[in-house]
């Protein structure tokens, strides 16, 4: 059974940093392209950032690009997303993605996580 477990979500202030986790189990991680995506109150649930197998690539959505970054592990089968200089506008829940298929996660994954609240205060 493939679970992705996002953690370290919160409340925090407008400028701070924050990071979430996702650990990703019952599926091959080394073999999966992940990916982080976030959906605010009313809106569609939007990409933000994605990583390849073997990390060599990364892709990031305008809005963040340049203050987040994603990373993942393989010895301990997480994926984080660093977030600094965060606004409110980035308030959402964040879901973490995997897809066995293609390379860089940017719609439609095969697999997706719970979800982390993140709200940040102006």
């Known amino acids: 059974q493939v679970q992705l477990t996002e953690s370290g979500g919160g409340l925090v202030h407008t400028g701070d940093s924050l990071r979430i986790s996702c650990t990703v189990s019952?599926?091959?991680?080394?073999?999966?392209?992940m990916a982080w995506f976030r959906q605010a109150p009313g809106k569609e649930r939007e990409f933000v950032a994605a990583?390849?197998?073997?990390?060599?690539?990364?892709e990031y959505s305008n809005s963040v690009k340049g203050r987040f970054s994603i990373s993942r592990d393989y010895a301990k089968n997480t994926v984080d997303l660093q977030m600094n200089d965060l606004k409110p506008a980035d308030s959402a829940v964040y879901y973490c993605?995997?897809?066995?298929?293609?390379?860089?996660?940017?719609?439609?994954?095969?697999?997706w996580g719970q979800g982390t609240q993140v709200t940040v205060s102006s």
């Open positions: 990583i390849s197998r073997s990390s060599s690539d990364t």
């Open positions: 019952g599926l091959s991680f080394n073999r999966s392209a």
């Open positions: 993605a995997a897809d066995s298929y293609m390379a860089l996660v940017t719609i439609s994954p095969d697999y």
